[in-house]
């Protein structure tokens, strides 16, 4: 789903820009709402395992691939002003370092794989939430059917840029049905990948899932005749009794989900299977490539998801793969304790200040 360059006419690529630049503003500002201290360093992951399972290609049917596109479990799992910002930073880092999506269609890209996969998953999930009954199993089957339905809307968003501003004269009904078809056939990938990390995640800290909160009871004590919050598990005097679900710290999940991402990126990547992706198979065989530009940032060293000069090709591709990881994490990571940051600057009010 990479647009690269010269698919999309300038004129367009510039629309989408401006689009996704709002977007990202408003994401900014609603992402203060949604981290705080346990679930920022939670967002950088999310970022780093995306960017690692979108080197997974899967295959789906005739010589096509898919892969990860990561709106929904980054929606489910961070909130949606997050999960936009957690997949624009991935864009970012795969579109200069990697040659993977053009960087004039940056714009076309973070509108389609960041905007409209979590718009679209979250108003799913949360509907479907709302009618479940509620529990860690509606959860998962929610971020099941959310993710299925975020893939071909993706596919539906694409086909309209490109019938606004595509740079081949082909016709919008085929581009349509491609398009819409394979990615269906994706999105049920994307759903099993969505729906299998929530659940993990969901059963040992149901408390770090933005999309669980529901699932969230607060304990209320009467202190001097008034009702406070209970402290969090993790903040409970030593020796007092945890739920089993609490007792996966925050850096051991941190950790553990960071090893899992640079061992699926270093390593199990070079089994991903090698046929084009869905945008690829359909712009190959509908002559949309005509017209695609060379990437701007062909000469990088990482170019291609390997390593230049190194001539071995596991050895080359694994290490880009967890240089790729790494660069994610700090540079997610850095953007959400900004944010974080920047949102604990503005809860400080006037009254607080005197009274310290």
Known sequence: MHVPDGFINAPTSAVTGVVAAGAIAVSLRGARRELDDR????????????????????????GTSGHLLGGALAAILVGPYTGVL???????????????????????NITDMAIVTTVVAYAVFRGLVKVLPRGRRSITAASFVAAVLSVPAAAVAFTLIYWIGGTTDVSIGKVATAMI???????????????????????????????????????????????????????????????????????????TGLVTSLVLAGFVSFYASANPDGLEKVAADKGIDEKAGKHASDGSPLAGYGVEDVTNARLSGG????????????????VFWAVRRRRTGDDVSPTAVENV
């Open 319 to 334: 290490l880009a793969g967890v240089i790729g990881v790494g660069t994610t994490v700090v540079a997610g990571s850095a």
């Open 86 to 108: 957690c997949v624009s930073v991935v864009l970012l880092m795969q579109g200069i370092l990697f040659a993977d999506g053009g960087l004039t269609a940056l714009g076309v």
């Open 181 to 255: 078809g394979v990615h269906v056939l994706i999105g049920v990938g994307e759903a099993v990948i969505t729906a299998l990390t929530v659940g993990a995640v969901v059963a040992v800290r149901p408390d770090l899932v933005h999309g669980a909160r529901d699932l969230r009871q607060k304990l209320q004590l009467r202190v001097h005749g008034e009702l406070v919050d209970a402290p969090a598990a993790e903040e409970a005097p030593a020796g007092a009794r945890t739920p089993v679900a609490a007792r996966t710290s925050r850096r051991t999940l941190w950790v």
């Open 39 to 62: 679930t920022a360093p939670l967002a950088g992951l999310v970022a780093a395992f995306i960017f690692a399972v979108q080197m997974l290609n899967f295959p789906v049917a005739a």
